[in-house]
């Protein structure tokens, strides 16, 4: 009877087992049968297993560059590319004519069989849209993004110079900023915050970046960025164009503590107590410094979340496409761009991470080659989440003496520790003048190996 009961267990277990194994299985197929599609995958991958640059547009663009360099692209095994504005354009971005040129390219690319895929900014950083955003939206811009701190023992003369103003009592800070006149020549810790705004440039249109924590600015990016697309290709967005890349967007302060308009609100919601009661403890090292910081950074990334990440992960989801780039994944311990890479790569269909140059070190946390926890991350994400691609934007600054072994290692690294989708940085058009500078090496004929790079 005991040796029935445990056959009986036995069967059970391995039912289970067996049932599972079927559940979570691709269909029946005989093994030799996958092995020979695998080996011929190998030897002659499809497109969408085979590399896609980041192809600079970074000069008066005609159709005969496109042809030339989509062939050059097919002949060298690329699959596709990263159609990228880059210092140096001419063509007007987001124009009639630069649509013109881009619908031209996916007709080239279908024709070689070459994926053109979007990338959404005007060089970098992703949420300007070259200028356009902050000229629609001043409010993008204008409101202030970060609150320097002055501490004080006597306040000065004019209020007005500053936005907040706070004295310290006992274990607290209370706001007199409205109460400012009572307090003059009375002897205290004051802590006084002015505003900080992000710098105008050339770099952004003649404008500044825009403050991606303010309401509505990511879906005025989208609808900026993406309406000529959709426009000209309708339905071809999610099929004949399969994603977006989108460009170390972030959330950094142009000086002092990162804040936006409605922070406080926020935050009170979110926590319970007044920021503003605790605001220098995010520089100072007192009572319950450490909660506060907490809570100020998961604030911040949960506002970058749903007004970044989740308005662009549902416009890609509508339109069947895929959500790829990345942030500044490298930084950490430092917060400053966003507060958690991880966090915003959940809303990435396909999420992705940058390496750059060409020097291993694998003991600095902020190291590119050699930073396994960065990779790490990045499939760790995707593992939970189910996403099957993850993208790398590799070789950036690797210099124009790197080499086809350096370039092997550099790829082979990532590929063991999850990467499955290369990106080159960057195939240029042109490298007339300062544009030979510009993080070289180079994926197209302006580098003498290329005729051996397949």
Known sequence: MKTKTL????????????VCSIGYASPPQPRVMKFEKLKKELKDPSKSFRSAPLWVWNTKVTRADIDSMLKELKDQGFG???????????????????????????????????????YDENSYPSGFAGGHVPAQMPESYNQGQGLNPEKKEILPENAKDYFLCLKKEGATFIDITSTWDHYKNVKGEYYLYNKTYYGR???????????????GVTRKFIE???????????????????????DEPNISS???????????GVFQKQWGYDLKSVLPLLGETEENWKQVRHNYMETLTQMFIDRWSKPWFEYTEGKGMYWTGHYWEHGWPDMSHGGDNMAMYAWHQMP????????FNDSHPQAQFGNVRSVKELSSV???????????????????DVTFEDLKRLGD???????????????????????????PPVFTSLSPWWSNYK
């Open 7 to 18: 056959m009986n267990k036995s069967f059970i277990i391995l039912a289970f087992v067996l």
């Open 80 to 118: 596709g590319a990263f159609v990228h504005p880059r210092p140096g354009m001419i063509t007007d971005y987001l124009s009639d004519e630069w649509f013109d040129l881009y619908k031209y390219s996916v007709e080239v690319g279908k024709e070689l069989g070459l994926d053109i895929w979007i």
């Open 201 to 215: 440039t050339d770099w952004h249109g003649g404008f500044s970046y825009v403050d991606l924590l303010y309401p």
């Open 224 to 246: 900026v960025t993406m309406s000529g697309y959709e426009k000209h290709f309708g339905k071809k967005l999610g099929t004949e164009i399969k994603g977006v890349f989108t």
């Open 254 to 264: 142009p000086g002092g503590m990162r804040w936006t308009p409605d922070l406080f």
């Open 352 to 359: 992705a991470i940058d390496m750059l140059f060409n020097q």
């Open 382 to 400: 995707a593992n939970q989440m189910g996403y099957v691609r993850t993208l790398s934007e590799t070789y950036g600054g690797g210099g124009w």
């Open 413 to 439: 690294w990532e590929y063991v520790l999850g990467v499955n989708f290369m990106n080159q940085h960057l195939s240029h058009m042109t490298i007339t003048g300062a544009r030979k500078y510009d993080y």
